[in-house]
């Protein structure tokens, strides 16, 4: 199984996912490895140390690619691409020998791994989790907040959106040369190397305008030549074919969560206020902001309160951010309480002291497994009416949507749920079982087993 980032240093839905997949697979009897990346979520231009690491983590092998490689004579189409990589790739099908590729993720890593294990006959199963295979910054979001449905003819909305981030800021870029050059540097002064930085972005310009737009094409056809591509919403089926990838190997199988741990947790702590909850990544994409300023909109730090909980550390600008704008209110301030994160054991807890769990994010996102998890305890949802956040809740139902950005809306949503006390029971009272991780491993065992067949039979 591949991974563009895993435990113990990233803990996201995906890494959640792979995980659980991986662990009810060996419990089936097979064998596992995943081969994984561990980028840094801040600066990766000094990185250096070991390139290959072996761990297990919680029963499952792991080998991680680490930042040295993926960095070693980087260019901008080893993005999608990547040599050495692929080499290294090579070594691990070598010393592991695998009957099947499952890939959940290739950023990092780069398609390179799918190209070198279809060059060995091996059956790929593709499982996306985001849009990587058609937006180089997962997320389909443009820089002005809007939505985008794909690169568009000659990868045009990719050239405004994405080439702009290869090519660095002249202060990331004097510091790269002040610390590799650093007798030059002094030389130059100023001046000079405001000189050549000019001179680097002519050069560097068009590679990165070459490496965009070829993109869209190189990842379409290597995801065209996997056996079978799984998807988690019916939005993403549909902007995976208008980006060129083929229908036919496209399948809806819906995420599975680990409920063993949840379901005794469905009936709710007592509490005077309501407990209005935010949990995952405190990151721009995410929109807590949007949280924080619909809930001071709200005003009711005597009937509600807002938990939030996420590592402040993974991004730290982005988390100071929302403590100086929580703190900004006087009247609801003391009503806003940032928690941190906590053992994955303790998960069912939480959600019993939320009374509704908020999804606010910019993107389209893939059915969070947040979303899920909240259901699995009998938690309400409000979340973004956009793709597989929308696709999980019936309005008035088990959630409420608000409009993409809009914290006038969301704090309208929340003002219901505060005004009207008798919409959270009975929005309890509709949410039934969730989907569970054996059932959807039970469905990729289906594409396990046909996509082996057909190579046996080849």
Not at 68 to 92: C, D, I, N, T, V
Not at 152 to 177: D, R, S, V, W
Not at 286 to 299: E, M, P, S, T, W
């Amino acid at each position: 199984m591949t991974v563009h980032k895993f435990f113990p240093e990233h803990r996201a839905g995906t890494e959640v996912l792979t995980l659980k997949i991986a662990q009810e697979v060996i419990r089936r009897g097979h064998q596992v490895l995943v081969v994984t990346a561990n980028p840094p979520d801040t600066d990766a231009r000094y990185r250096e140390g070991e390139e290959i690491r072996r761990y297990t983590y919680e029963g499952v092998d792991v080998v991680s690619l680490e930042e040295p490689l993926r960095l070693k004579g980087y260019r901008f189409p080893h993005e999608y691409q990547h040599p050495a990589m692929r080499q290294q790739f090579a070594s691990l099908i070598e010393e592991f020998s695998p009957d099947l590729v499952h890939v959940l993720h290739a950023q990092n890593l780069s398609a390179s791994v799918i190209e070198e294990a279809k060059a060995r006959r091996l059956p790929v199963i593709l499982s996306t989790t985001d849009f990587w295979f058609i937006c180089p910054i997962v997320q389909l979001k443009r820089p002005d907040g809007s939505v985008c449905e794909g690169p568009g003819e000659g990868a045009k909305n990719c050239l405004t959106c994405y080439t702009p981030k290869l090519l660095p800021p002249k202060q990331e870029f004097k510091e790269a040369i002040s610390k590799r050059f650093p007798g030059i540097s002094k030389m130059a002064g100023s001046l000079g190397q405001n000189l050549l930085y000019e001179g680097y972005l002519y050069a560097k310009s068009m590679q990165a305008v070459k490496a965009t737009a070829e993109r869209p094409e190189i990842l379409a056809e290597i995801a065209n030549s996997v056996d079978a591509i799984t998807v988690p919403t019916l939005l993403m089926k549909r902007l995976f074919i208008k980006n060129g990838i083929r229908e036919d190997l496209i399948h809806h199988i819906p995420f599975g969560i680990d409920t063993g741990k949840l379901v005794d947790w469905c009936e709710k702590s007592p509490s005077s206020r309501v407990r209005i909850g935010y949990i995952g990544t405190l990151f721009e994409h995410k929109g807590v902001d949007i949280l924080i300023k619909a809930f001071q909109r709200l005003n009711q730090p005597n009937r509600a309160v807002l938990k939030i909980y996420g590592s402040p550390e993974q991004f730290p600008e982005y988390a100071e951010t929302l403590h100086e704008l929580a703190f900004s209110d006087i009247n609801t301030k003391d009503a806003v309480s940032f928690l941190g994160t906590f053992p994955n054991e303790d998960f069912g807890k939480v959600l019993s002291e939320l009374d509704v769990l908020v999804v606010p994010s910019r993107w389209y996102e893939n059915t969070p497994l947040v979303m899920q998890s909240a259901l699995a305890t009998k938690t309400p949802l409000i979340a973004t009416d956009l793709g597989g956040m929308a696709e999980l809740i019936e309005p008035g139902i088990n959630g409420l949507l608000f409009q993409l950005n809009d914290h006038d809306d969301l704090a309208a949503q929340l003002a219901r749920i505060v005004d009207e006390r008798e919409l959270l029971p009975s929005m309890r009272s509709n949410i039934g079982p969730q989907r569970t991780m054996k059932e959807m491993v039970d469905d990729l065992e289906v594409f396990y087993n046909n996509s082996l067949n057909l190579v046996t039979s080849t």
